[in-house]
């Protein structure tokens, strides 16, 4: 209804996964590429968990178009599986005749079949939907799924997505033996206020919207609480207020049409009334002053009572003077007495005590040169930015690579190639040698990236300025760069991902 108003092309918030609305905010973008990583890297089972409405689904089927040719998606959407049916989804995908209907022969056909494509340079890679709600024993089928491999490599990568309840069940005895198995755990993390700004703005350019921001700040931080960081009730909560602006006949989207939308949504909890606060604060404020009455009218204590405590309160002995060890702040701010010394007596000991406190001790005071050593060397390390990997080879092709980004073209291309851990950059500096042996050295680059707050460095191979000359190009690339599974990667995504 609203699409000529705001000139869109498309509806943007639509609750379907639209694989060209991807938001690669709020860790999505680093999750995927570390997705990609594992499954082309044989990494074996990978978990992915999120709250409902946070995304998995959408990332799902954005990892199937991500991966290489070279991989085949088997999708199961349906969680209910049994423990034979599971086996026949994966062989009806992968379009095979299984010959028997015995798990174990099953098996043994299904890997025979695996080892086939293996040898043809195919991988096979099973992505599991809901997978928290399938039942144990088709979990098991998955653990033995998982064993399917040659003597150095696995024939099946397998990667479940389920709800936060999916962690709850492999927590279980019965189901230590799968967790065992998991390398990798990625978490989709809720949005943010600036996540959903940020998200809402790119779907709307994405459906073809070119003026300024349509949603105000204030609207977009009434919709953020009402979301609680999902993307689905996000895509709920803007699909409803463009739709009261177009009804109000106005272009900007306010706080107004996002209290309307949120007072719309199924999700939305209306506000306890004042009415009800002012009653409740009554009740306690009743129950504090009926404690405090109780309290006044107790009898007072005996004459006896009051006497001996008078005496014990004379004889005790007067504080001791402040530790002229201890540093100047704490003695002052801190002043020590005596837990039997008389009420009365109180303020004066303390401000005696506090009189008497030395001045700081030079040994203790911190040294201000070290100070301004340490802020000095924190200044130089982040000046310096990323750290260069400890190869050989590495180290040259990253430090070229650094200049590159820094005085290079501002927009372009490269063909994205190997990633490894920093642990492993053993692994790195053999390739990058193979590598040189059919390509310049010079054409390689090696930047730094953060993947879930690990170190990883990613090798990519040339410049490309136009996107439809990089296809051409990779079905050209010698062997070596061909068998890394390569891929697109724009020069603006790997300078803000070369950090330390």
Not at 76 to 96: F, G, K, M, T
Not at 190 to 206: H, K, N, Q
Not at 329 to 346: Q, R
Not at 347 to 372: E, F, K, R, W
Request: with cysteine.
């Amino acid at each position: 209804m609203y699409l000529g108003h705001f000139g869109l092309n498309e509806p943007p918030f639509r609750i379907t996964p639209h694989t060209e609305f991807f938001f690669d905010g709020a860790n999505r973008g680093p999750t995927l590429e570390a997705l990609v990583y594992a499954i082309t890297h044989d990494e074996g089972i990978v978990k992915v968990t999120g709250e409902v409405g946070s995304g998995k689904t959408m990332l799902c089927r954005v990892l199937m178009e991500r991966l290489p040719d070279s991989v085949e998606t088997v999708y199961l959407a349906n969680p209910s599986l049994s423990r034979d049916e599971i086996l026949h989804s994966i062989a009806d995908e992968l379009h095979l005749q299984l010959a028997s209907d015995r798990s174990s022969r099953l098996l043994r056909d299904l890997q025979e079949q695996l080892i086939a494509r293996y040898a043809a340079g195919r991988r096979v890679v099973v992505l599991i939907d809901e997978a928290h709600a399938m039942p144990k024993d088709t979990l098991e089928e998955v653990r033995l799924l998982s064993n399917l491999e040659t003597d150095r490599h696995k024939l099946l990568q397998i990667v479940l997505f389920g709800q936060p309840e999916l962690n709850e069940l492999l927590g279980g005895m019965d189901m230590r033996q799968l967790k065992e198995r998991i390398t990798h755990s990625f978490r989709l993390e809720p949005f943010v206020t600036g996540d959903v700004e940020s998200y809402i703005d790119f779907r709307m350019r994405a459906a073809g919207y070119r003026g300024p921001k349509v949603f105000t700040p204030r609207a977009v931080r009434r919709i953020a609480a009402a979301a609680q960081g999902l993307t689905r009730r996000v895509n709920i909560l803007a699909d409803k207020s463009l739709l009261a602006a177009f009804a109000g006949g106005t272009h900007a989207v306010t706080e107004k049409e996002a209290r309307a939308a949120i007072r719309d949504s199924d999700f939305h909890q209306p506000r306890v009334s004042r009415k009800w606060w002012l009653a409740a604060a009554l009740v306690v404020l009743g129950l504090a002053l009926g404690a405090a009455g109780e309290h006044l009218m107790q009898p007072p204590s005996p004459p006896v009572v009051r006497a001996a405590a008078t005496a014990a309160a004379a004889a005790a002995p007067a504080p001791a003077a402040a530790s002229s060890s201890l540093p100047a702040p704490l003695s002052t701010a801190l002043p020590t007495a005596s837990p039997t010394a008389s009420p009365t007596a109180a303020p004066a000991q303390i401000g005696s005590a506090a009189n008497s406190v030395p001045a700081a001790q030079p040994a203790i005071a911190p040294d201000p040169a070290n100070v301004t050593g340490a802020a000095n060397a924190a200044e130089t390390q982040q000046a310096a930015g990323p750290q260069p990997p400890a190869g050989k080879v590495s180290r040259r092709v990253f430090e070229a690579t650094q200049a590159w980004l820094k005085s290079g073209p501002e927009d372009g291309y490269s063909i994205q190639l190997l990633t490894v851990k920093a642990e492993d950059i053993a692994n790195m500096e053999r390739f990058l040698t193979r590598a040189s042996n059919q390509v310049p050295l010079e054409e390689l680059h090696l930047y730094s990236v953060k993947i879930n707050g690990g170190q990883y460095y990613r090798a990519t191979y040339g410049y490309f300025p136009d996107r439809q000359k990089i296809a051409p190009a990779i079905k050209e690339l010698p062997g070596v760069l061909a068998a890394q599974a390569p891929y697109v990667r724009s020069l603006a995504r790997m300078r803000s991902q070369n950090r330390q």
